[in-house]
């Protein structure tokens, strides 16, 4: 779906801009390609530059609860200097390079409930205008998918995805948010945790997989948080589910002392989310099973949970940032 826009600050008769995307979902820091057609107005302009941003629908805790907005987290000049006549058509080619932090939106072809969108911002005559918006649709890398895959054959299920406003203390997260990947418990931890979250911080030469369980209280203490991290290399060849099933048996065992929210393991940053330490959490190795991973096979469950259909993302993707840009005026 494409939303094209009057440049509003130029009034009727200026160009529009309508970006094209490549078709099919994208990697983490992979190559987003596409095209960015101009149609000239009712007269001569100078478009001085294009530039492509990348934003995403960010969830923030503070003191009065939670709220919603929108973040941009890297931004991309694509073209520009030059005159596009009165009426004329123009398209300008692009390949940018994605952060390799970027959220994943989808998971064997179906949506986790995550916005990212592409917005483009044309500079025409010295004003600016944010003309147009596309879906931008992220699938995992192979160790990311890998790892859900193992969570899937274990018996968890999927709950939601959100992106959180925050810095996780102790990795080397770039954004200003992080994804967390909510999970139901496999039934042999279900007595132990009520959900699991993941989060990936991807990097050139890795990833780092930090896992967080909200665990059930017992008859004389209450529940709390227990946090480790693994880093795990992009071509490593594991045996993934029992690499996974230990992960999840330090993580509640090992912290199995801890009381109150947090535990001893757990520090706060200053957005008031809960910041992962690495406490002795490095990676086991397990016998190779090679880097191939059966799609689909006892995957995580995704669609409908977390309360967005699949078929309502791209509607949705639209109305919330349509609405942000009025708000912004």
Do not use: C
Not at 17 to 40: I, K, M, N
Not at 158 to 170: P, Q, V
Not at 311 to 325: L, M, N, R, S, T
């Amino acid at each position: 779906m494409v939303f094209k826009r009057l440049l509003g600050s130029l009034g009727v008769g200026g160009p529009t801009v309508d970006t094209v995307l490549d078709p099919g979902a994208v990697r983490p820091g992979g190559t987003l390609t596409g095209q960015v057609h101009l149609e000239g107005g009712q007269a001569d302009f100078d478009i001085e530059h294009i530039t492509l941003e990348l934003v995403a629908r960010v969830e923030a805790e503070h003191a009065e609860g939670e709220s919603e907005g929108v973040v941009a987290f890297e931004r991309f000049t694509v073209g520009g200097g030059f005159r596009l006549a009165a009426g004329r058509r123009h398209s300008v080619p692009f390949t940018v390079t994605l952060p390799w932090e970027t959220p994943v939106t989808e998971l064997h072809g179906q949506h986790l409930g995550i916005v990212l969108g592409v917005r483009t911002e044309l500079a025409v005559a010295g004003a600016r205008d944010k003309g147009d918006l596309d879906q931008l649709s992220i699938a995992p890398l192979p160790v990311q998918e890998a790892v859900l895959e193992a969570f899937g054959q274990l018996g968890f299920g999927f709950r939601s995805a959100d992106l959180e406003y925050g810095h996780i203390a102790g990795t080397g997260q770039q954004l200003p948010f992080y994804q967390e990947i909510e999970l139901t418990p496999a039934p042999q931890y279900a007595h132990q945790v009520n959900e699991i979250e993941v989060t990936f911080l991807a990097n050139p030469g890795g990833v780092e997989v930090v896992l967080e369980a909200d665990k059930r209280g017992g008859l004389f203490s209450g529940g709390h948080d227990a946090l480790t991290r693994f880093t795990v290399g992009h071509h490593e060849s594991r045996d993934w589910t029992a690499e996974v099933d230990a992960w999840v048996r330090q993580l509640t065992e090992h912290h199995a002392g801890a009381h109150g929210h947090g535990g001893p393991y757990a520090v706060h940053d200053h957005h008031g989310h809960h910041a992962h330490q690495d406490h002795g959490g490095h990676h086991r190795s397990g016998p190779g099973m090679g880097t191939a991973v059966a799609a689909g096979a006892a995957g995580l469950a995704v669609g409908v949970a977390g309360g967005m259909v699949a078929a309502e993302v791209v509607d949705e993707i639209g109305d919330f940032f349509e609405g942000d840009e009025e708000d912004e005026g």
